[in-house]
């Protein structure tokens, strides 16, 4: 393939440098042309590390970057409606890091400046690109887990040693509801294919933590009396699993969102791990991005889906401050 998704990238956070820039160089479709910190010296370190031909000591700088077609941002929460509704006002389209916003609020602000403006928004949840999803659904499809009668989900890992981190500003859009609760809440509205109708969840608020919710339990409803239950945590062993409970068996991810796409399925027919391709995730998402903005294929996650994810996460937050059930 010779055409390129010329892609900048707003911000030298680790989750663009580890992982979402080496990722979309890997794809088939992106180049990573330029990239931009308001501290020009990172920018151009970054830069050189990871091959990046451009570097640029302001945002505004990129944005105005006629060869620049889309644009990555991994800023803090708080930024993530500011950057994106700026880029796409300059007519770039946009990857945005999860959670995309602050709320709902901001969150549709964003995928209305995407209709006014004519371009792409997503949200960067990668593990969507896996064909490991449409696998599990089509086992569900298929009746062999029987009825669905309950998800259980989980994302967690220890950080609190690291008081500065950006995760522990509660004015920033920290806490592990914002940072990997939003995981299995966005699987769930994946698996399930409709829109929950209640959150109750409860969290330790650390005050050496800027009283973000270091680890978050909770149950969402769904409709047809089918719930989630998940916890999230910055403050607690790493696990990243999802279970989907069946009334004649149950489909077992070890390793949901990042790791290992192999699954496991326990049916009447006994236990046997579903083998699933490896690929590079970022890699997937770049290049399903593309296809969309080219207009080869129709996007399953646009604007919309990131305001109906965000509505679930207000809940939560909401649920877990004021210790009550809250409607969605």
């Known amino acids: 393939m010779t055409r390129k998704l010329r892609w900048g990238v707003i911000g030298c956070a680790s989750i663009a440098v580890n992982s979402v820039i080496p990722g979309t160089k890997l794809s088939e479709t992106g180049e990573v042309k330029a990239i931009a910190s308001r501290d020009l010296a990172k920018a151009e370190e970054t830069a050189a590390k990871l091959g990046i031909p451009q570097a640029y000591g302001s945002y505004e700088e990129i944005l105005a970057d006629s060869e620049i077609d889309a644009i990555y941002i991994p800023l803090p929460n708080h930024l993530h409606m500011e950057w994106s509704i700026r880029a796409m006002e300059a007519g770039k389209h946009v990857l945005c890091e999860k ?141 990243n699993t999802l279970e989907i409970l069946g009334t004649e068996g149950r489909i077992e991810v070890p390793e949901a969102f990042i790791g290992n796409p192999n699954f496991i399925v326990h049916s009447k027919g006994g236990k046997r791990e579903v083998e699933q391709p490896v690929f590079n995730q970022y890699a997937l998402q770049a290049d399903t991005f593309a296809r969309i903005v080219w207009g080869e294929q129709e996007a399953d996650f646009a604007g919309d889906d990131a305001v109906a994810n965000m509505k679930v996460i207000d809940a939560c937050l909401e649920s877990a401050y004021s210790r009550k059930r809250v409607s969605i």
Not at 205 to 210: A, I, R
């Open 99 to 239: 959670p995309i916003a602050m709320n709902a609020q901001q969150a549709q602000r964003m995928a209305d400046a995407a209709k006014k403006n004519g371009v792409h928004l997503a949200e960067a949840f990668m593990y969507r690109q896996h064909p490991r999803y449409k696998a599990i659904a089509e086992i569900i499809a298929s009746g062999e887990i029987g009825e669905l009668r309950g998800l259980h989900g989980a994302f967690t890992f220890n950080n609190a040693g690291d008081s500065k981190n950006v995760r522990y500003r509660r004015d920033w859009g920290g806490g592990s509801i914002y940072d990997v609760g939003c995981y299995p809440l966005s699987a769930a509205r994946l698996i399930l294919g409709t829109e929950p109708e209640a959150a109750t969840v409860h969290a330790l608020l650390s005050p050496e933590h800027d009283n973000v919710d270091m680890m978050a339990s909770g149950i969402i409803e769904f409709p047809n009396k089918v719930a989630l239950t998940f916890d999230c945590g910055m403050w607690a062993a790493f696990r």
